[in-house]
């Protein structure tokens, strides 16, 4: 598999994780509809931040914080940046360009362990990207249903 080839279906999430912010009012971005579930952009944030963390770890981001890297460090901690909807989403699509772009620069082995955690290749860890990405967008769904919110079709 080449690098094109292991990127496309994270690119894939990435679009329709677009599809979760269609129609969401800047005020929603933000809120818990229950204290123990994250909001909409924590959950963006998440997301962008694990594509940091495992893709491009030196990348700047307002998501590139280590409070939104594990349910169990943000439940807790509600967070809420001046960010409206369009700016949450851009900032995603901004980071996952720029490490795709990482990753076709640097060609790692697809085979070959990241530096970050031993039991994960570079290979596996881009399939887990687009899974990881498509999960937590399905909880922005059920985020925006839960709080009576219209959505596209998914």
């Known amino acids: 598999m080449t690098h094109e080839e292991a990127l496309t279906p994270i690119d894939s ?5 677009s599809e979760a912010f269609d129609g969401l009012q800047d005020a929603d971005v933000w809120v818990r509809p229950n204290p123990r579930l994250l909001s909409i952009g924590e959950l963006a944030a998440h997301v962008a931040y694990g594509e940091i963390r495992w893709m491009h770890p030196e990348l700047e981001s307002p998501f590139n914080r280590e409070d939104v890297g594990y349910y169990f460090h943000s439940v807790n901690k509600p ?69 009576g919110h219209e959505t596209a079709d998914n």
């Not at 999430?13 to 994780?17: C, D, G, L, R, Y």
């Not at 994960?120 to 909880?139: C, K, N, R």
């Open 13 to 17: 999430a990435i679009w329709e994780m």
């Open 79 to 147: 967070l809420g940046l001046p960010m409206s909807a369009k700016e949450v989403y851009d900032e995603v699509k901004r980071v996952h360009e720029a490490c795709r772009q990482h990753i076709l620069e640097t060609r790692p082995d697809l085979k070959a362990t990241l530096p970050q955690r031993e039991d994960w290749t570079w290979g596996y860890t881009l399939q887990y990207m687009a899974f990881h990405v498509a999960y937590h967008t399905g909880q922005m769904y059920s985020v925006r249903h839960l709080m």
